[in-house]
């Protein structure tokens, strides 16, 4: 087990470290509150409110490098916040390497997004609400990642579900956009259960949920509770990061404006699963089965992701399975234990640049072309869109690995963690990871073409909106973080590594364990996984470049290529095993309630109102009827007391 730090209390600019999430937290509020006065100006506090949290956050991350590694972990306790019997939950933060890494791209990365979405957002009579939404989303990820114990965790946890939310319905008169944020809302609630009762157990096995005591005690906790508490965050880390089984929610979260994709996909949401796992490695570091199960979910999403990205024809969506299988890649370096802890937080921050990137220029195209999302319908762009082509396939080369940009030395990284498993672990886990490496080369090189490149097939057609095309490069407010996006694409990989990231992160994470042996040699896996990836693009430059894309699919197609378009069946899935029984049981248990439950109870009310008006029959106010009726009870009694004196 990885030795723990000492925690110690924080001083100089960490002890305001709660500015970091009150800044856009305050920043929401106002816009939330300020009505039609903030439509002018509104956004810019927005971007002013997460600017500044990101500057506190350098500030912070500088003071805290200045440290010695054994004083990197430290804390802030605001004030006690629920206190009932033994239970006893501070407000406080935790300032150490991986939430201060977290921070810094929490703010940073939406720093240049809520810039973006100046640009993106103007014509939107919507911005102040969309702004505010944004503050609230930065808000409750900041709380997430830098609070001290479970219950604050939980809090930025649910914080995040609801503005992810809000701002995947933000469209509201559109029916596809509030079916998405209801469907992301549900399938988030699945996790969260998850997470709750693994918070339960932890509380109820050690009496504390501070991330000290309980990391410093969960080694009295029987094995088998331990496996169980990992199991249950693992589920909710599967539906806050859109992993398997819990990942169909995530493509449908585009219907979002393009700036939440970008949020949503690169730097906050679906991190905050690998984030979960790797902030409680301690209690899977005492489980070898609950870091296996963390491995293969990663293995089958990193599959399931890449499949399906190759099949759709919707810009966004094809971005988004790309997240989904990148995210897998993470799920499967943290399950790999000490020797992928550090690479899972190294992929996840390349991905944050090159991502919010590609998402980033996916809405520039959006917006030159009329909002129309069907790559069918573009072709030749990068005439018309120089910076935008280049700035997006910057971060193409960094996604599919290209040699020397960021992903290259992350992805790699954990290609080669994974074939340096021993037995059939190395073989599944390696071949998995590099197949995926060379379906990803395949499809964003499909994306890139069809977008990009070849003929102009969107002239003389008709936008969805009515209007023509008339496609254009974006403004400078879109283009500006774009530019610096491309920037980290291209050199973060390399400068994380040299400045070395595994050991800024050993305080939090443990020291990064090199693997020994493996089924294949080190210096062979690069080769493999560029040549892999060398092949994907060749093939889709084959089979794309060098032919005619129609504007409609074609028809018929393949049952592979049929079964991708519907994403491998998994909301058929989902609505067969969860959805439909779960329909099924609440007719059960209504039928059940209405003839049973309210059948008793009614039938009883019903049995005495009845015979309570017939005796009520009995009282007529005629005294001859009322000595009547004593006569004969008289002549009952005394014939019952003859029969019983002489039987």
Known sequence: ????????????????????????????????????????????????????????????????????????????????????????????????????????????VGSLIHLYSVGYMKEDPGRRRFFAQLNLFVAAMLVLVLGNNFVMLYLGWEGVGLASYLLIGFYQDRPSAATAAKKAFLMNRVGDVGLALAIFLIWLNLGTLRYDQVFARIGEVPPGTVLAITLLLLLGACGKSGQFPLQSWLPDAMEGPTPVSALIHAATMVTAGVYLIARTHAIYDLTETGRLVVAVIGVITLLIGAIIGCAYDDIKKVLAYSTVSQIGYMFLAVGLGPAGYALGIFHLLTHGFFKAGLFLGAGSVMHAMND????????????????TFITFGLGYLALIGFPFLSGYFSKDAIIEAAFAQPGWQGWVFGLAATLAAGLTAFYMTRL??????GPERWKGLEAPDGHDYHPHEAPSTMTIPMIVLAVGSVFSGFVLSALGLPEWLAPSLGE?????????????????????????????????GRRPTPLERPEPVSFPVRAARRDLYANALNETLIARPGVWLTRALVFVDNRGVDGLVNGIAA?????????????????????????????????????VRFA
Do not use: C, K
């Open 512 to 544: 990064l364990r090199e693997p020994a042996g493996g089924v294949l040699p080190h210096a062979v896996i690069p080769w493999l996984v560029v040549a892999l990836s060398a092949l994907g693009v060749l093939v889709a430059v084959l089979v794309v």
């Open 1 to 108: 087990m990885t030795e723990l730090p000492e925690v110690l209390p924080a001083g100089g600019a960490a002890s305001l470290a709660w500015l970091l999430f009150v800044l856009p937290a305050a920043g929401a509020v106002i816009l939330f509150l300020a009505g039609r006065r903030a439509n002018a100006t509104g956004h810019w506090l927005g971007v002013a409110t997460v600017a500044a949290s990101f500057v506190l956050g350098l500030v912070i991350f500088f003071e805290t490098l200045g440290l010695a590694p054994e004083q990197r972990t430290r804390e802030v306790d605001l004030f006690h916040w629920i206190t009932s019997g033994s239970l006893d939950v501070t407000f406080g933060l935790r300032l150490d390497p991986l939430s201060l890494t977290f921070v810094l791209l929490i703010t940073g």
């Open 448 to 453: 890139v073409i069809m977008t990009f490149l």
């Open 607 to 643: 049995g005495l109102g009845g015979s309570s008006s017939r005796l009520r029959r009995l009282q007529t106010g005629f005294v001859r009827s009322y000595a009547l009726s004593m006569l004969g009870g008289s002549v009952f009694v005394v014939a019952a007391l003859l029969v």
């Open 372 to 387: 129309d999302v069907n790559m069918r319908r573009y072709g030749g762009l990068a005439r018309y869109m120089p910076i």
